[in-house]
């Protein structure tokens, strides 16, 4: 069974910054991308961040100056550094594997979803 479990969110001023971690069990994580999305009420989930199972990263051009992914494969661990953080940026936040360990911006392509982390972004 696999299993991803996101941490990390909470209530953060603009332009501070947050850490949010995604811990995957049951499988072989190493091989599998891992993508972050984001979902605000009555909006699409959409597309963050992901980083392939080589360690390649690419992000949406909304964070991509702001934002950065990593990977620990010796821990099962994706992150997702958030910096200068901005109103816009309050949504619920999700990781998602793609067992075919590209990383795309497609979130079709993903098989497995965690549950979610909460981020706020007060003025």
């Known amino acids: 069974q696999v299993q991803l479990v996101e941490s990390g969110g909470g209530l953060v001023q603009a332009g501070g910054s947050l850490r949010l971690s995604c811990a995957a069990s049951g499988w072989g994580f190493s091989a599998a991308a891992i993508g972050w999305f984001r979902q605000a009420p009555g909006k699409e989930r959409e597309f963050v961040a992901a980083?392939?199972?080589?360690?390649?990263?690419f992000g949406a051009d909304s964070v991509k100056d702001r934002f950065a992914i990593s990977r620990d494969n010796t821990r099962n661990m994706v992150y997702l550094q958030m910096n200068n953080l901005k109103l816009e940026d309050t949504a619920v936040y999700y990781c998602?594997?793609?067992?075919?360990?590209?990383?795309?911006?497609?979130?079709?392509?993903?098989?497995?979803w965690g549950q979610g982390t909460q981020v706020t972004v007060s003025s």
């Open positions: 980083i392939s199972r080589g360690g390649s990263t």
């Open positions: 998602a594997a793609d067992a075919d360990g590209f990383g795309r911006a497609n979130k079709r392509a993903y098989e497995y």
